[in-house]
């Protein structure tokens, strides 16, 4: 019995179905990875349930509560300069909503001396003026960076963010727990989830809502616990918002799995689902639920702000949505942007001149751009 076991376990290492995740690792994913390395990003096909309903044509602004959606914010050890210019060319209508969520992919050890990939550890210099300006409500710790520093790093990261008036989603909370916040007089229901913490086991305190988001798996206790907690946060609140890092780094866009579960929740309750990890930007969909919601998923928003090199991963977008209660996404309207390395700056994408960008800003966020 133990060599059959034995036998099932090197076979699914050899040709297991992908999950990139190092937890579901297979040898058929080194050269998948070493392509796009190599090559550039893939563009995977998300499959026939990928829904061509057209985007939200309202303002966000119009609608009763306004949301801004950012990606991920790496630490880049070598950013030069203090962070002054940053963000001079934002628009200002960004910092403005009435509530903005990103995903902080880097955990602050006051102990241990800043570190980039792949074992990151960020300092309380850079969170001031990288994270800080930006005026977050609400910040995802659930990622696969999480617990590069171990339990220690992560609960001192979630100190840190809670201690600056900033909601901290994924750990800290207990198992699938999520946050209510009030933001415009409507009562807003957070959450955030991680496919993997690069191996790292969670330790029971805090606690990280890791799931296999992108196994091709339908069901399991820990999906059986998703649906639950979904359920609770609609009953507690007017608008759901869940945090996702999943997919697959430097592809272009979903994978089927991905398309089939954001359905899933958007139809259990979710009214946008926030995506990252890819480190590029990804389509969004909008799918209207069965109790007349239109839902938005926005499967990867790319990279905030980081030290990578390629190009493609230095396209961005800042999102703005309109939520109203019962009703879902009123409006959407997108910035794109470029990470400049040699500011730093964030600075607003061009018109054609800079086509080479453009390339890598999805169809869907084009349609729905600011200008």
């Known amino acids: 019995m133990r060599r059959a076991g034995r036998a099932k376990s090197i076979r699914e290492f050899v040709t297991g179905p992908p999950a990139g995740?190092?937890?579901?690792?297979?040898?058929r994913d080194i050269p998948l990875y070493a392509r796009k390395l190599l090559l550039g990003p893939i563009t995977p096909h998300p499959g026939g349930?990928?829904?061509?309903?057209?985007?939200?044509?309202?303002?966000?602004?119009?609608?009763?509560?306004?949301?801004?959606?950012?990606?991920?914010?790496?630490?880049w050890r070598r950013m030069p300069g203090d962070g002054a210019g940053l963000y001079e060319k934002l628009p200002p209508a960004l910092l403005r909503s009435d509530l903005t969520l990103a995903n902080l992919e880097f955990p602050v050890h006051p102990d241990v001396r800043?570190?980039?990939?792949?074992?990151?550890?960020?300092?309380?210099?850079?969170?001031?003026?990288?994270?800080?300006?930006?005026q977050p409500h609400a910040l995802s710790v659930a990622n696969?960076?999480?617990l590069d520093q171990g339990g220690e790093g992560l609960q001192s990261t979630i100190e840190l963010v809670e201690c600056a008036g900033i909601a901290a989603l994924g750990a800290g909370q207990g198992r699938h727990r999520f946050r209510l916040l009030e933001a415009a007089g409507t009562r807003v229901a957070?959450?955030?989830?991680?496919?993997?913490?690069?191996?790292?086991?969670?330790?029971r305190h805090p606690a990280v809502n890791r799931l296999r988001l992108n196994a091709p798996q339908e069901e399991g206790a820990d999906r059986q616990e998703l649906w639950t907690t979904v359920a609770e946060m609609r009953r507690a609140a007017d608008s759901v918002i869940v945090s996702l890092h999943w997919g697959f780094e430097f592809e272009l866009a979903p994978r089927q799995q991905q398309v089939h579960l954001a359905h899933r929740l958007l139809e259990a309750g979710v009214?946008?689902?926030?995506?990252?990890?890819?480190?590029?930007?990804?389509?969004?969909?909008?799918?209207?639920?069965?109790?007349?919601?239109?839902?938005?998923?926005?499967?990867?928003?790319?990279?905030?702000?980081s030290?990578?090199?390629?190009?493609?991963?230095?396209?961005?977008?800042?999102?703005?949505?309109?939520?109203?209660?019962?009703?879902?996404?009123?409006?959407?309207?997108?910035?794109?942007?470029?990470?400049?390395?040699?500011?730093?700056?964030?600075?607003?994408?061009?018109g054609p001149e800079e086509h080479r960008l453009w390339r890598w800003v999805p169809r869907s966020l084009q349609s729905v751009s600011a200008g």
């Not at 703005?320 to 607003?348: E, N, S």
């Open 21 to 27: 995740s190092v937890e579901d690792f297979a040898l």
């Open 49 to 75: 349930e990928f829904s061509k309903t057209p985007l939200p044509e309202g303002k966000p602004r119009d609608a009763p509560l306004t949301v801004t959606l950012l990606g991920d914010i790496m630490f």
């Open 114 to 134: 800043p570190r980039g990939f792949p074992r990151f550890n960020g300092t309380h210099e850079y969170f001031r003026r990288v994270v800080l300006p930006l």
């Open 144 to 146: 696969n960076h999480c």
């Open 190 to 203: 957070l959450a955030a989830f991680t496919y993997s913490t690069n191996g790292h086991s969670p330790p």
């Open 271 to 305: 009214d946008v689902i926030a995506g990252h990890h890819p480190h590029v930007l990804q389509p969004v969909e909008r799918y209207q639920a069965g109790d007349g919601r239109s839902c938005l998923c926005f499967y990867s928003l790319g990279n905030w702000t």
């Open 307 to 350: 030290g990578m090199l390629p190009r493609c991963t230095r396209v961005t977008a800042a999102v703005q949505v309109g939520l109203a209660p019962g009703a879902g996404c009123t409006g959407l309207q997108a910035h794109p942007l470029y990470f400049d390395r040699r500011g730093p700056r964030l600075r607003p994408l061009a």
